[in-house]
Nanobody, 123 residues
Framework: QAQLVESGGGLVQAGGSLRLSCVASGRTFSSADMGWFRQAPGKEREFVAVINWDGDSADYASSVKGRFTISRDNAKNTVYLQMNSLKPEDTAVYYC????????????????WGQGTQVTVSS
């Protein structure tokens, strides 16, 4: 099973940018669809973005569309989440996840998860 490690979180002012990275171990990364989710205090984990195994298809939650971009580098076993125009409501722990399914958008469809990285956006 793949092991995933996120990094790149931090504190940023509203309107700023951050880029999250998720490095995967194991040989199955290049064949897995990868997703980003987030969970704010007291709220359920929610879908943010997903990218297919070869990086030519992506989808986003409506709340982040146009501001966030998911990408991947299979040679580096890494998936990224570029976050621009950040808002205080983007504050959450962000998780990357791997799935053998095609473009999944629900947490239960992912079999491997990272430990999460905190993103805090101040107003």
């Amino acid at each position: 099973q793949a092991q995933l490690v996120e990094s790149g979180g931090g504190l940023v002012q509203a309107g700023g940018s951050l880029r999250l990275s998720c490095v995967a171990s194991g040989r199955t990364f290049s064949s897995a669809d990868m997703g980003w989710f987030r969970q704010a205090p007291g709220k359920e984990r929610e879908f943010v973005a997903v990218i297919n195994w070869d990086g030519d298809s992506a989808d986003y939650a409506s709340s982040v569309k146009g501001r966030f971009t998911i990408s991947r580098d299979n040679a580096k076993n890494t998936v990224y989440l570029q976050m621009n125009s950040l808002k205080p409501e983007d504050t959450a722990v962000y998780y990357c996840a791997a799935s053998i399914l095609s473009m999944p958008k629900t947490a239960g469809q992912y079999g491997a998860w990272g430990q999460g990285t905190q993103v805090t956006v101040s107003s």
